[in-house]
């Protein structure tokens, strides 16, 4: 089993910028692949993210393609986003999800251990 702990989040302006961390305890990290979801008040959780056990291959949520960067550092068992030009709605919480599958998926079923979100508020 691995255990996810997401930090980074916070109140930005439009336009700004964050970086959510996510650091994994547990088992080897390198042996998931990971993503990062998001779920809005009164809206059901969505990809963002996504990338593979070894980091070749990532994908992302159309929306977010040019502004959000997903990595990871297997070494030190993290995995985190950079989001740039953020707008308000991206304000959600944010999800940090493991999964066994070499690739990377948007479906939440493909993830076996998840984070407990972080808040991601964007102000107009």
């Known amino acids: 089993q691995v255990q996810l702990l997401e930090s980074g989040g916070g109140l930005v302006q439009a336009g700004g910028s964050l970086r959510l961390s996510c650091a994994a305890s547990g088992r080897t990290f390198s042996v998931y692949s990971v993503a990062w979801f998001r779920q809005a008040p009164g809206k059901e959780r969505e990809f963002v993210a996504g990338?593979?056990?070894?980091?070749?291959?990532?994908t992302y949520k159309d929306s977010v393609k040019g502004r959000f960067t997903i990595s990871r550092d297997n070494a030190k068992n993290t995995v985190s986003l950079q989001m740039n030009n953020l707008k308000p709605e991206d304000t959600a919480v944010y999800y940090c999800?493991?999964?066994?599958?070499?690739?990377?998926?948007?479906?939440?079923?493909?993830?076996?251990?998840w984070g407990q979100g972080t808040q991601v508020t964007v102000s107009s």
């Open positions: 990338m593979s056990q070894t980091g070749e291959s990532t």
């Open positions: 999800a493991a999964g066994d599958k070499y690739y990377s998926s948007s479906h939440l079923t493909r993830y076996d251990y």
